[in-house]
DNA sequence: CTCTCCCT
């Protein structure tokens, strides 16, 4: 076995002497090359080594175990002798292990409890072009933990085709090795789609095309389930040939039907895997010849404004199309049908976005106070954690009472951190353990830091969210004690390799919290039952909401109507009908994708206004609701507790703050205008007479317009509505009395000069003027009565001229007339015609300017 | 038209 040459073989010699000039190294080379499983045999040899440690970090719990075995068996031993792993509640190792295979998370606790990782030599980054959070952590840790304490630790960087430079970079100008791989070759063949053609018609036909053109089975990658789903239905319609078997696979599928599509082919079969992204590199299909990739892929990405989490579906880099063309050629020479064009793929990305760029930085933002560190900056990183995320991340943790104001990590917040889950998870199994409930928050944390227990069906029937009743069923499964668990429990279907494997994440949780516990600064919890079995477990489940809300009060959510509801962050969520959850007045959301205007909620539970009242005291706030209610006509005084956006009580205020009420007056008149005003006729000729004046001199005479009035509401009508409530109080004021207000006494008396309300004519009629045109001033007149009147009157200390609306005897409209003196002298002899006929027995003298004004049919004698 | 993957 051990004598099987390998490509990495090659440059092992070049790696060794690299490793004892330097202390940092990168190896790159492709899949197949045997580095994972040759590199940390070798280096076992190194004098730098001493009796020291290798510690190589795998991405994957399952690949760490095979991996540890694999090496082991290199060496005729089992693991947990010369070679040993250590993965999240499963280790193996004893004195005479030289190589631990650590998970990535494993690494991180292992340098938060030694940062000087004494007895270690060297540690490997196997795979790290995959750049999860945790490696990129673990690489910032080490580098810092080398330069402070361990000089002369080893650090080596593996991984699969990329850019070498940065790391090289980081790692202080390491060495960079490269190395072959060993693969079959694999055509590629371009097959785009046609049109708007949909992506599952599009697959159908490719897979169709295939199964005519090559041998073998066929892996198809699709970006999620809701596509996977969907394929698999038209292509059992487009009808096959009976030795052709599909296999759906993706991560929330029961254990035992993703073993079942892993699964080689039974002789004579065809298998037709339709698969996420995790057969890319976590699981591995047997015989696969064909790879048919779709070119997307399901991504979450976190907002900082929401501190949620929304899926994406994205085109996939050039990086994972290449690994995926890959699966083809493991056993022997393949193909892969790319659904896109070759043009499309140039302007592929050349690899994904590293995950610390786009992930929730909350458990980060933990370790980092942990390990002493506030600022990210003081750490070299491949990738900065972006400053908004980072952000949200320290206010969420203070928030949680983890850091303090001064962003140091507090006592909690180390308890947190040793808790091993998520910064929400761990709080909120803190907070339960002063209430006597730590076991079911054991449960919950472990439920949502793992896949989901219940089988969720998707298509038409919708999964329940509620967590209460899978809270319920896992205390029956734990009855079930070692016995294999049924498929349906509780009332709903389940995966049993799920269910034990959160019983065992909870009672391992549990034991830590219990054994770590005892004698710690613990949060300032309110304390409910100093006796922790307390009655409080026999209704366990009906506090399941309460827990929820210590780990995600800004999910706490208020019904709006049946299924939906408005969350404290402000966001609105939806729970589908049909469900209990939809009906409940209030709830918190745990799980959901932050899509759209309503996220759809995966996981939460109900909880009550008096539980809210009773446990969320501490982050209610009070505050004044004050507001016009349009209907009424009124405003309207609340006083409001709520938590965020959500509405917790509200109750008529006895004592309304008046410059809040006044607010909410000037803003109901600004929404209903001058009609909730008392305007009488003599307020709007002020008005005229104002505006006029205005026009003509602005400097000197306010803007007394609609529009101007109600945009200044506060300068004008503030003082005299202050304690007003309603229209009817409105009733009372006097808007000509505060309009005359608005300028001195010596002006008011001006104003009655230069805008006169009235004229008297020759007649001796005074006649009112009319001013609703400020433009233009009206004097409206029967003709007879203006014999004699020279010119046009003018006003405004005789710069504007009145416009003269000419009258007949029944005060019909004749003329029009800013020049009376042209009027006597043109037009008069033409209107006095058409007059004459219409009314003989008036008085129509042919000179006009020498004649006797009257208001009768002829001058009184 | 209910969700990608992984880990202390």
Sequence with gaps: MTNINLPIDDVLGELMDTLSDHTNAILIAPPGSGKTTRVPLALLHASWLGDRRILMLEPRRLAAKSVAAYMARQLG????????????????????????????????????????????????????????????LGLALCLQAQQLFREEMRLLVMSATMDAEPVSQILNHAPV???????????????????????????????????????????????????????????????LSPGVRVAPLYGNLPQAAQEAAIAPAVSGQRKIVLSTSIAETSLTVEGVRVVIDSGLMRVPRFSPRTGMTRLETV??????????????????????????????????????????????????????????????????????????????ARELLHLLGAIAETGAVTPHGRRMAALGMHPR????????????????ACDLAAMLGERDVAV????????????????????????????????????????????????AEADHALAALRTEGSGRGAFEAPREEDNETSAAEVSAVEMCGVLLGFAYPD????????????????????????????????????????????????????????????????IIREEQSVYWDREAQTVRTFTVRKIGAVLIQET??????????????????????????????????LQSRMSFMHKYDPANWPDVSDESLLNHLEDWLAPHVYGMRNRSDLQKIQIGHILSELIPWEQRQELDRLVPLQLTVPSGSRITLDYSDPEQPVLAARLQELFGMKETPRIAGGRV?????????????????????????????EVKKDLKGRYPKHYWPDNPLEAEATNRTKPRK
């Excluded at 892969?336 to 992930?359: G, I, K, N």
């Excluded at 998870?425 to 079911?440: N, P, Q």
């Excluded at 005897?809 to 043109?826: I, K, N």
């Design 77 to 136: 031993e089992q693991a947990g002798e010369t070679v040993g792993y250590r993965v999240k509640m499963d280790t193996r190792v004893s004195k005479r292990t030289r190589i631990e295979v650590v998970t990535e998370g494993v690494l991180t606790s292992m340098l938060q409890q030694d940062p000087s990782l004494d007895g270690v030599g060297a540690v490997l980054f196997d795979e790290f072009h995959e750049r999860s959070l945790h490696a990129d």
């Design 177 to 239: 090795i490269r190395g072959e791989g060993r693969m079959y070759p694999v055509e590629t063949v371009y097959y785009p789609g046609h049109g708007a053609e949909r992506l599952e018609d599009r697959t159908v036909r490719a897979v169709k095309q295939a199964l005519q053109d090559h041998d073998g089975d066929m892996l198809v990658f699709l970006p999620g389930a809701g596509e996977i789903r969907r394929a698999e239905r038209k292509l059992r319609e487009s009808g």
């Design 315 to 392: 085109p996939v880099s050039r990086a994972s199309a290449d690994q995926r063309r890959g699966r083809a050629g493991r056993t022997a020479p393949g193909v892969c049908y790319r659904l896109w064009t070759e043009q499309e793929d140039r302007r592929l990305p050349p690899r994904s976005t590293p995950e610390v760029l786009e992930a929730d930085l909350a458990p980060l933002a933990l370790e980092l106070a942990a390990w002493g560190v506030g600022d990210p900056a003081e750490l070299a990183w491949l990738d900065l954690p972006p400053v908004p995320a980072y952000r949200q």
């Design 425 to 440: 998870l761990a709080h909120m199994v803190l907070r339960a353990e002063g209430l006597g409930l730590a076991r079911i």
């Design 456 to 503: 969720r069906t998707g298509g038409r029937a919708k999964t329940d969210a509620d967590l209460s009743s899978r809270l319920a069923m896992l205390q029956e499964a734990r009855t079930w004690r070692g016995a294999d668990l049924p498929d349906t429990l509780g009332g709903m279907e389940i995966d049993p390799a799920i269910c034990r494997r959160v019983i």
């Design 555 to 618: 999910r706490i959510g208020q019904q709006r109507s049946i299924g939906k509801f408005t969350l404290a962050n402000g966001r609105g969520a939806e729970v589908s009908e049909g469900q209990q959850l939809a009906a409940e007045p209030y709830l918190v959301a745990a799980e959901l994708d932050d899509q759209g205007t309503e996220s759809k909620v995966y996981l939460g539970a109900g909880i009550s206004l008096e539980q809210i009242n009773r446990y969320f005291a501490d």
């Design 652 to 685: 008529p205020s006895q004592s309304p703050d008046p410059e809040l009420m006044l607010q909410a007056l000037l803003d109901g008149i600004r929404q209903g205008g001058h009609k909730l005003l008392p305007w009488t006729k003599g307020d709007r000729l």
């Design 801 to 829: 001229p009145v416009t003269i609306h000419l009258l007949s005897p029944a005060r019909r409209p004749v003329q029009v007339t800013q020049d009376l003196a042209s009027f006597w002298e043109h037009a008069y002899f």
